[in-house]
């Protein structure tokens, strides 16, 4: 299995997992964006979804914006701020944007947002360069 292939398995993007999200991206405005629906197979408790996929969603805003530039990038820090229960069944706008670049770190932002633009959870991620 070629890398591509491998890749594709990505629990959040991955196009050939069965169980992943399955989030697509674009950039629009010097951020990279996604829009994601959580359906209630993502949720913790009574039509919450779960802490840690929000989380995954942050993280893979942030990571996979320079794995789509062609750099190879690993989380070195996630941390998470949930502001407010984050709904299933509402698309929800995830963004993520670059606030520092030093050598072979960088540092972004992110948030998860709802249709009228309420933030339910901000995160803030330390990136490593890694050699291909």
């Known amino acids: 299995m070629s890398k591509d292939d491998r ?21 629009e405005d010097g951020k990279y964006v996604a829009a994601f629906t959580p359906g209630l197979e993502h949720q ?5 979804v779960h802490g840690g996929i929000v989380s995954t969603m942050l993280d893979e805003v942030m990571a996979r914006y320079y794995y789509a ?3 190879n990038v690993v989380t ?9 229960p984050t709904p299933v069944g509402v ?11 030093r ?11 709802l249709p009228d633009g309420i933030v339910t959870a901000e995160g803030k991620a330390t990136l490593m360069v890694v050699d291909k």
Do not use: H
């Open 7 to 27: 890749n594709e398995w990505c629990f959040a993007c991955g196009k050939l997992n069965p169980i992943g999200l399955k989030m697509e991206f674009c950039e």
């Open 44 to 48: 913790s408790y009574d039509g919450i």
């Open 69 to 71: 530039k062609g750099m």
């Open 76 to 84: 070195a820090r996630l941390e998470v701020r949930f502001r407010q």
């Open 91 to 101: 698309q929800l706008k995830i963004c993520g944007w670059v606030t520092r670049e």
């Open 103 to 113: 050598g072979k770190m960088i540092e972004m932002a992110a948030e998860v947002a």
